[in-house]
């Protein structure tokens, strides 16, 4: 049920399953992937293993969509029929994203947009577009919708494993990370954002195995005693494991709202946190 004819937009940052941005028509904005000989639009012009492949020797750089490009996705939802936008960004703590959308819509006086600065990363992002279909399919009103996305923003987070923090270093996207880890960056942290949408380090251990089973307890904890809640798993280069990983939450948190989400982190992404990447996306509901 959609009778405020209400779209939602997600930039390609916050990695929403790709079977369901199909089912459920959410639009997408994509960052950029940026080499040398030229400008890649993230996840349709460049996929998240061509960026792996050329790794390490070549580090790109990113950038978020110019302001043609977020006019181009605002006119092809005003031609779609609809007459309202909730747009889902990553942290403005860690990308000018929000703000250059923020800025768009007020420009584009023909659809009434909110933005909503998730103050997370990758699929814990995501997750708060799926999270606003649900309420649009409920048949909220749109204000409403816009209020409880915002009241839930804190519900919602993200645990990612890191092989190496070269890439977040490189990047300039350590946050607090560099702070708390001090000289131990051989350790395998454990990230998260804090409430300002900023990196930080949540745990650390040694070795990929402890590090992974560390974050499936924090995992654990964040459910708590919660009945009802949804997971998601993203990776980057690491499907076989992160398969695993899914397997083993499906046996120790059984009641999540329905299965457990898996996909790809972007390209875009992996170049600020490297291969062999995993996290784990939390949604609280109740």
């Given at each position: 049920?959609?009778?405020?004819?209400?779209?939602?937009?997600?930039?390609?940052?916050?990695?929403v399953?790709?079977?369901?941005?199909?089912?459920?028509?959410?639009?997408?904005?994509?960052?950029?992937?940026?080499?040398?000989?030229?400008?890649?639009?993230?996840?349709?012009?460049?996929?998240?293993?061509?960026?792996i492949?050329?790794?390490?020797?070549?580090?790109?750089?990113?950038?978020?969509?110019?302001?043609?490009?977020?006019?181009?996705?605002?006119?092809?939802?005003?031609?779609?029929?609809?007459?309202?936008?909730?747009?889902v960004?990553?942290?403005?703590?860690?990308?000018?994203?929000?703000?250059?959308?923020?800025?768009?819509?007020?420009?584009?006086?023909?659809?009434?947009?909110?933005?909503?600065?998730?103050?997370?990363?990758?699929?814990?992002?995501?997750?708060?577009?799926?999270?606003?279909?649900?309420?649009?399919n409920?048949?909220?009103?749109?204000?409403?919708?816009?209020?409880?996305?915002?009241?839930?923003?804190?519900?919602?987070?993200?645990?990612f494993?890191?092989?190496?923090?070269?890439?977040?270093?490189?990047?300039?996207?350590?946050?607090?990370?560099?702070?708390?880890?001090?000289?131990?960056?051989?350790?395998?942290?454990?990230?998260?954002?804090?409430?300002?949408?900023?990196?930080?380090?949540?745990?650390?251990?040694?070795?990929?195995?402890?590090s992974?089973?560390?974050?499936?307890?924090?995992?654990?904890?964040?459910?708590?005693?919660?009945?009802?809640?949804?997971?998601?798993?993203?990776?980057?280069?690491?499907?076989?494991?992160?398969?695993?990983?899914?397997?083993?939450?499906?046996k120790?948190?059984?009641?999540?709202?329905e299965?457990?989400l898996?996909?790809?982190?972007?390209?875009?992404?992996?170049?600020?946190?490297?291969?062999e990447?995993?996290?784990?996306?939390?949604?609280?509901?109740d």
């Amino acid at each position: 049920m959609n009778k405020e004819k209400i779209a939602i937009l997600a930039d390609s940052g916050s990695d929403v399953p790709q079977d369901f941005v199909a089912e459920n028509q959410i639009f997408t904005l994509p960052l950029k992937v940026i080499y040398p000989e030229g400008e890649y639009v993230d996840k349709l012009e460049i996929s998240t293993d061509q960026v792996i492949q050329r790794m390490p020797g070549e580090i790109p750089t990113t950038s978020l969509p110019d302001g043609q490009a977020i006019i181009r996705v605002f006119d092809e939802i005003k031609a779609a029929g609809y007459e309202k936008v909730i747009a889902v960004t990553i942290s403005s703590g860690l990308s000018g994203t929000c703000n250059m959308v923020r800025l768009m819509a007020e420009e584009y006086p023909s659809l009434e947009i909110f933005v909503l600065d998730t103050k997370n990363i990758g699929i814990a992002s995501g997750l708060q577009a799926i999270r606003a279909v649900e309420l649009v399919n409920a048949g909220l009103p749109y204000g409403e919708i816009c209020d409880q996305l915002t009241n839930e923003v804190p519900r919602n987070k993200v645990f990612f494993s890191v092989a190496t923090l070269e890439y977040l270093q490189k990047g300039g996207r350590i946050g607090l990370v560099t702070a708390i880890l001090g000289t131990a960056l051989k350790l395998n942290p454990i990230i998260s954002c804090n409430d300002e949408g900023v990196y930080y380090t949540v745990a650390k251990s040694r070795g990929r195995a402890k590090s992974l089973a560390k974050t499936m307890e924090l995992v654990k904890q964040t459910v708590g005693s919660h009945q009802k809640y949804r997971l998601a798993v993203a990776h980057a280069g690491a499907e076989d494991e992160a398969r695993a990983i899914l397997h083993q939450l499906e046996k120790i948190l059984p009641h999540t709202v329905e299965p457990i989400l898996f996909g790809e982190i972007s390209p875009a992404l992996v170049v600020h946190t490297g291969p062999e990447l995993i996290g784990i996306g939390v949604q609280v509901l109740d």
